[in-house]
């Protein structure tokens, strides 16, 4: 058992430095793209979004990967050992579209690497507290992307190339601890299970979490990428190592408060739960419209607790099912898909600029999310009233 927690430890440590790796990329590639070679926003959001459409793809076939050959989770731990050398290309792009290129080329190694990543660590975790170690692996996951984020602040001066350096050093440490944990814990492992599973007390199918999955995270694209450094800077006039420095402790906050949830998921309250994050996520961006520092970073908050909280409690559920590689893929690429679409329309709205409405600024780039949203609360409110 205490080499079977090892593994977990590991695979925990990994998203930590993994997203520490990431999280240092993020915002010196954005401003490097905005300020050095004058991307537009709308090219800003070509670039996050041909990563995450990339990874949405890779996902899926990752998952699918797995039922073929369970020895295919180590490809896991190579790709992301793949980032570590694709990162050091970016300061030699000359033009947004070669940011494009290797950020198409990260988005296929990530889709590989981190579904596999949360399929194990749902698999291999003891039923009774699934959601919570769950939890957990994206704690500290996003306690990496706080200090990334911070590191990024304290590292602007040394330029883009010592940055990608540095985060290639945590992306290779990255892919050891992801080889040694599929290793201690490859025993555990089932990728498709026998006969059919029986449903858990949630009583919510696998359609219905890909669905939820696909409001909340187009919903909460605002909040991901490296068009939310650039919007929070220069809507509320930051600096961009404050701008963020901010956002990942925004990160940081809420990941952390998503750890309570899983807590009640575990007892069996996860409609509960997934109908009140559903509210939360379909108010977030009509909230974060409001051009005030107080709202904007409120929005910010609500949709990052909202999507880290559905996340883990998500894949718990999923492991569950009988075809559980496939399906935790799955709900990677349909959650992928969503945030592209959702950051490409964040992106082409934004020079639209504002309105105000009784002496209130809002930012016309978020108020078009309001369909979505009212969709959400509807189906949230569905959830929270059905027995």
Known sequence: MRREHLGI????????????????????VAFYTRDILKASMAYLSVISASFIL???????????????????????????????????????????????GIKLLNGLLNGISWPIAQFVIAVSSPKEIRSRVTA???????????????????????????????????????????????????ERITPKKEGSSKKSGSHMDARTILMLS???????????????????????GLPKGTAATLLGLIGFIATLL????????????????????????????????IKNPAAVFSG?????????????????????????????????????ISTTAGQLL???????GEVAVSGIVFKVALLIFAPASFLLLKIAMRIRNSP
């Open 300 to 336: 910010i908050l609500m949709a990052i607790f909202a999507a880290q909280t559905f996340r883990p409690i998500s894949r718990s559920m999923l492991a569950s099912s009988r075809r559980a590689s496939a399906a935790i893929g799955g709900v990677n690429a349909i959650r992928n």
């Open 214 to 236: 696909a409001l909340i995270s187009f919903l909460s694209a605002f909040t991901s990428g490296e068009i939310t450094y650039v919007y929070v800077s220069e809507t509320l």
């Open 136 to 186: 957990l692996y994206f704690i500290f996951g996003n306690f990496a992307g706080l200090i990334g984020n911070y590191t990024y602040a304290l590292t602007q001066n040394l330029g883009l190339k010592w940055q990608m350096y540095l985060s290639s050093t945590f992306f290779f440490l990255t892919a050891l601890f992801m080889a040694l944990s599929y290793w201690i814990l490859y």
């Open 54 to 100: 990339a990874r949405s793809f890779s996902a899926l076939f990752s998952g699918l990967l797995l039922e073929k050959r369970k020895g295919l989770i180590y490809l896991g731990a190579l790709t992301m050992a793949g980032n570590a050398l694709a990162v050091n290309l970016y300061p030699y792009a000359s033009s947004w579209l070669y940011v494009v």
């Open 346 to 352: 964040f992106g082409l709205a934004y020079s639209w």
């Open 9 to 28: 430890v590991l695979l925990i440590a990994s998203a930590f430095t993994g997203t520490l790796a990431f999280r240092l990329a993020v915002p010196a």
């Open 258 to 289: 998503a750890y309570i949830p899983s807590r009640l998921a575990d007892l069996g309250s996860e409609r509960r739960v997934i109908a009140t994050i559903s509210l939360l996520a379909g108010l977030s961006p009509l909230l974060a419209a």
